[in-house]
């Protein structure tokens, strides 16, 4: 107890709860990914054509399980053409909601260097500025609903669960402060990853590292959101 308060239970702050949470998934990861070699297959799956499906399927069966509260880890030779299926949908997720911003990325890239033929003043190359800045803002709102996305998806065994948004904003509603803190983290994780990844290292280097590095990502971000995710059966844990 602290200052007399009578509170029987003592007080933990956010931070320090955060730690604990952050200790304990790397501690999971650690246990059960990098002693079971998934780190090492997923890694090396994610940088070689076609079997990146195969360890996107992982990652959702990952999710499954731990939105389900099964603890035992998937396996990668237990059923191949399951890690498979769900790979695909996880494929076509990312398409479906990051297809826009990369179209208009590239229309936004040729408005102002090939159509403004580099004049910084011409109209063309405020048009592309202009699109550059509804591409962010739709990419930023694809990036905030893609992780319970996901998550739905996931949890009803159906892509189509993750393209309702209404859905995904209520889940999201429900644990709005753990989501955005959860979000925060994971987009902290990923940037940081990026610019190792891309200053640190050389071209090769950086195409060799960069899906283990991402793979790793991908596991613990999936613990994160497993943590905040709204079961309907079960109460949902609190993380930070």
């Known amino acids: 107890m602290e200052g007399g308060s009578g509170n029987a239970f003592p007080y933990i702050a956010p931070r320090t709860m955060m730690r604990k949470q952050v200790r304990g998934i790397l501690e999971t990861i650690k246990k059960e990914e990098f002693r079971g070699f998934n780190i090492l297959i997923g890694g090396l799956f994610l940088i070689l054509p076609f079997f990146q499906i195969l360890s996107l399927g992982f990652l959702a069966k990952k999710l499954e399980n731990l939105i389900e509260l099964n603890m035992k880890p ?74 319970f996305a996901f998550a739905e998806a996931v949890a009803g065994k159906d892509f189509r669960k993750g393209l309702d948004v209404k859905a995904i904003l209520a889940k999201i509603f429900l644990v709005p402060v753990a989501y955005f803190k959860t979000f925060g983290v994971i987009l902290g994780i990923y940037m940081f990853s990026l610019v190792v990844i891309f200053l640190l290292f050389n071209s090769i280097a950086a195409y060799l590292l960069s899906g283990f590095i991402l793979f790793f990502d991908s596991l613990f971000s999936i613990h994160l959101i497993s943590k905040i995710y709204p079961r309907s059966e079960v109460p949902v844990q609190k993380v930070f």
């Open 74 to 147: 998937p396996k990668w030779d237990a059923n191949w053409k399951e890690l498979l299926e769900k790979g695909l949908y996880a494929l076509v997720l990312i398409v479906i909601y990051f297809f826009l911003p990369v179209i208009l990325m590239m229309l936004s890239g040729f408005f102002t260097t090939v159509l403004s033929k580099g004049q910084i003043f011409s109209l063309f190359f405020l048009r592309g500025q202009l699109i550059s800045m509804v591409m962010t803002f739709i990419f930023l709102i694809a990036l905030f609903l893609f992780p």
